[in-house]
């Protein structure tokens, strides 16, 4: 019944290794987002697509980017993860169409922590 | 711009007794609003929206949302309190008007109910 899946729910790394999170989806939804949230702090958007198109927020380091190879799938790649990156990472998704008041549906998330 | 302000960082309640959260709003056009709550290390969970119509809005888990317009505010009820309702309660508001899709989220209230 899982809707939104986050693999892994946990993700060790190192200081400068290059780490992906993956996030997949059942519910066909055209709108994916990755959110970071710290320490019970509200969720901070990272970037979101739009079916294919990539909306990146103004203040989202370039040391974060996405992919989203299909409707289903979209994953958020750190290049050079620093201490400050840990956090919970939050896969959400939501469809969008005119006329319609789309909810957000959340994955689990996955902590990262940065050695 | 849109805008959400959960003025209490924590909210304690005692098993049994009523619950209030408390949420105000700011947008341009009429609101959309959104009650979310998060379990340690766990994603977001959709609670109850207020789109239109009726102010009080009854969602999962026994919550409910009274809408009030002149007070821009949201609040989060209950009537009888359980322990397991301990959580982080994050509002989110969005405007209607066509085009704009991404909700802006409160920094979130923390409930602990005791026993």
């Known amino acids: 019944d899982a809707m939104v899946i986050q693999n892994p729910r946990y993700q060790v790394t190192q200081f400068g290794k290059p780490v992906t999170l993956s996030c997949s989806q059942t519910?066909?939804?055209?709108?994916m987002y990755w959110y970071q949230q710290k320490s019970s702090q509200a969720p901070k958007l990272l970037f979101h697509y739009y079916d294919k198109d990539f909306n990146n927020e103004a203040d989202t380091p370039d040391n974060f980017q996405s992919r989203r190879p299909n409707t289903s799938f979209c994953f958020l790649d750190i290049r050079s993860p620093g201490l400050g990156d840990a956090a919970m990472y939050l896969c959400a998704t939501s469809r969008r169409t005119s006329g319609r008041v789309e909810t957000q549906y959340f994955g689990p998330g996955t902590r990262l922590l940065v050695l | 711009a849109q805008s959400v302000a959960q003025p209490e960082d924590q909210v304690n309640v005692a098993e049994g007794n009523p619950l209030t959260v408390k949420c105000t709003y700011s947008v341009s056009g009429n609101p959309y609003l959104f009650w979310y709550v998060q379990y340690p290390n766990r994603g977001l969970q959709f609670l109850l929206k207020y789109i239109t119509g009726d102010n009080l809005v009854k969602g999962s888990y026994g919550f409910e949302a009274e809408f009030n317009k002149s007070q821009t505010s949201f609040h989060l009820k209950k009537p009888s309190a359980l322990v397991s309702d301990s959580a982080l309660y994050f509002c989110a508001v969005r405007d209607s008007r066509v085009g704009s899709y991404i909700p802006t989220f409160g920094r979130g209230t923390s409930l602990i109910v005791h026993p």
């Open positions: 519910l066909n939804h055209n709108v």
